[in-house]
């Protein structure tokens, strides 16, 4: 890393906040900041709709048309919205499962049978409650709008429950949500379609399919995949199938990998190359050289979530959500059974759905399946994903219209408010609770994925503190990084406070930027030869301005080694092998940046300031003491 400049770059970042490798921390956290501004819009919907109802639906009913020579679409502005627009809101969704399935929680792949199950039962549940309240009436056909949870609004929700509930019960939902948006857009493809074109579907089809010999071909230019993702739209439209499907059908394409330590070397040898002949051709290779570092998952998440969640959801809401409120629409809305059954799905039939199905399948499996979270967290994951919103007024308007789409507007709306009334009061029956049993029910004792892939050996490894400590931690470092001088002495306090826990350095030097940090930790393993592995680690991060040869020879007389015998050990670079094991462990735990830390072999993604770094300990700790 090169030296910071400034208080913004001593913002106690870890490697992977920099370089935006926390992609699942950073998609949930634009989707929680975007439930006020999603809010927001619902409010403005129904202001406007209540104080000029006339002029609302006549924006929104506005005629757009492009065309090109004879050929065209025409769609209102509702209806470029819904179908257009929301084709980006899909995609991301998309991006986010397809991460989730190469790089999260679901690498590893029993873990998505739960959450699959729970989605699934979370949607048949309201279904099958919402078909029981309109059986009889015509008002069944709208049994999609009772099914799927609104991923912004949930997450917001959550956040703003604050600490109330573990972190990890965000990633639950989040893929409750994805298989809930994954099954509705099926569901609007084959339940909510009409007047099917088979030729302009059987194209669209092979427009798919074209892209997946794009992705094949190795191209990472971006028009391609926009020229083909339009043309697979609107072919799709003409089809009679929504072309929301698209956006879904490319974010699963869109495969997800970290930066390999290579690819990021070979990035900063073109950088390196350009600050020393400025050309517009050495410039445009660094540019492909560091985007080729990420992958095109990661980059298009960037890209795009912020507008998705920022503005077309929220535009969605302003287009979708406002009614005319007045007496009648209350009276009638609430002997409705349209309204009802919104209602009742969303309210009693998802969380039966989703605690039922966990329940069974932990019983079934013999608690080789649960829940990533404990009973308590999952109660209140079942009732906030009651929050059903985006997708569900989307299907309402495919499925009603006039009186009947006022009503299951009103109905969820409602499940919104209630959803959050319930997961508030779940959180403060858990909050009552004593401390153990509030650590049970929140945490649970389901095994985390291990990150880690070499586990920490005390025979060979360095350890600091207690070797027998319930909470490790593991930090990949780089003697001349400045942000590993910055953590060291945040590691330190972390110690003093928690005196059980045991800290574990290992070796990443980054040659390509810090062309002395190789020869400081071969310098540190040096010391170890002589017991003395700490005293060299400290006056190394001490010192990090110093670490020439002659530094280092002045390092180890100041701490009385022998230091013939440790210039011996450096010329013939005896720790070599030592250096380079730790690297191979960093290349299978996918570290490429410094520092990287490790807690009980799950990875760190947050800030490693001492708040920071003390919430993941603790946490760990209470999940080890669980575990025993």
């Excluded at 007045?326 to 989703?354: N, Q």
């Excluded at 600091?464 to 990949?476: D, F, I, K, Q, S």
């Amino acid at each position: 890393m090169t030296q910071p400049t400034d208080a913004a770059d001593l913002s106690g970042q870890t490697e992977d906040d920099r370089q935006g490798r926390g992609p699942r921390r950073a998609f949930i956290r634009t989707e929680s900041g975007s439930a006020a501004v999603l809010l927001f819009a619902a409010l403005a919907a129904l202001a406007w709709a209540n104080i000029g109802p006339g002029s609302y639906e006549r924006v929104w009913q506005t005629l757009l048309s492009i065309r090109l020579g004879d050929h065209g679409v025409s769609l209102d502005l509702r209806e470029w919205v819904n179908s257009g627009l929301m084709t980006l809101f899909f995609f991301v969704v998309g991006l986010e499962a397809r991460r989730e399935f190469d790089l999260g929680e679901l690498r590893e792949r029993r873990r998505l049978t739960l959450p699959l199950l729970a989605g699934i039962s979370g949607m048949l549940v309201p279904v099958g409650i919402f078909l029981a309240v309109n059986a009889g009436h015509s008002s069944a056909h709208g049994w999609g709008a009772a099914m799927s949870t609104d991923t912004a609004f949930a997450l917001g929700m959550l956040a703003m429950l604050g600490s109330r509930f573990p972190k990890r019960l965000h990633t639950f939902i989040l893929t409750v949500a994805v298989v809930d948006d994954f099954v509705a857009l099926v569901v609007i493809a084959v339940a909510y379609s009409e007047h099917i074109e088979p030729v302009a579907l059987l194209v669209a089809c092979g427009l798919l399919a074209a892209l997946l010999l794009v992705r094949a071909g190795k191209v990472r230019h971006g028009a391609p995949y926009a020229v083909i993702g339009v043309a697979a739209w609107v072919a799709m439209l003409e089809s009679g199938v929504d072309p929301v499907v698209v956006g879904l059908s490319m974010g699963l394409l869109t495969y997800a990998y970290p930066a390999s330590r290579g690819d990021l070397e070979r990035a900063t040898g073109l950088f390196r190359s350009f600050r020393e002949q400025p050309t517009p051709e050495l410039e445009r290779s660094a540019r492909l050289g560091i985007a080729a570092a990420l992958s095109p998952n990661e980059r298009l998440q960037r890209m795009y979530h912020p507008w998705t969640s920022y503005l077309i959801v929220p535009l969605f809401a302003l287009a979708n959500a406002g009614i005319t409120i007045d007496a009648g629409l209350l009276s009638r809305a609430f002997t409705s059974p349209v309204t009802l059954g919104i209602l009742l799905a969303y309210v009693v039939g998802k969380p039966v759905g989703i605690i039922g199905i966990s329940w069974a399948t932990t019983r079934v499996s013999g608690g080789r399946l649960r829940p990533p979270v404990g009973w308590g967290a999952v109660v209140g994951g079942g009732t906030i994903a009651g929050v059903g919103f985006t997708v569900s007024l989307l299907i309402a308007t495919l499925a009603f219209d006039g009186p009947r789409l006022e009503e299951a507007k009103v109905g969820v709306l409602s499940a919104v408010v209630c959803a959050f009334v319930l997961t508030w009061l779940v959180s403060l029956v858990i909050g009552a609770l004593p401390r153990p049993l509030r650590s049970r029910a929140l945490l649970g004792t389901a095994h985390s994925v291990i990150d880690l892939a070499t586990p920490v050996d005390p025979d060979r490894d360095h350890v600091r503190g207690p070797l027998n400590a319930p909470v490790t931690l593991v930090e990949y470092g780089d003697f001349e990084c400045p942000y590993c001088g910055l953590a060291e002495p945040v590691v330190r306090a972390l110690l003093a406070d928690f005196g059980d826990v045991r800290y574990v350095w290992r070796h990443l030097p980054l040659p390509d930027v810090h062309p002395r940090a190789r020869q400081a930790a071969e310098a540190a393993e040096a010391a170890a030869e002589q017991g003395e592995f700490w005293s060299m680690f400290d006056l190394l991060l001490r010192r990090q301005d110093e670490l020439k040869p002659r530094d280092l020879l002045a390092h180890a007389a100041e701490l009385g080694l022998d230091v013939e015998r440790f210039h011996e050990h450096l010329r013939t670079r005896r720790g070599a092998d030592r250096v380079a094991e730790d690297e191979d462990s960093a290349d299978l735990s996918g570290v490429s940046g410094t520092p990287t830390f490790f807690v009980n072999g799950r990875r760190h993604h947050g800030p490693y300031d001492i708040d920071g770094l003390t919430a993941a300990v603790r946490v760990a700790k209470e999940r080890a003491l669980l575990d025993d």
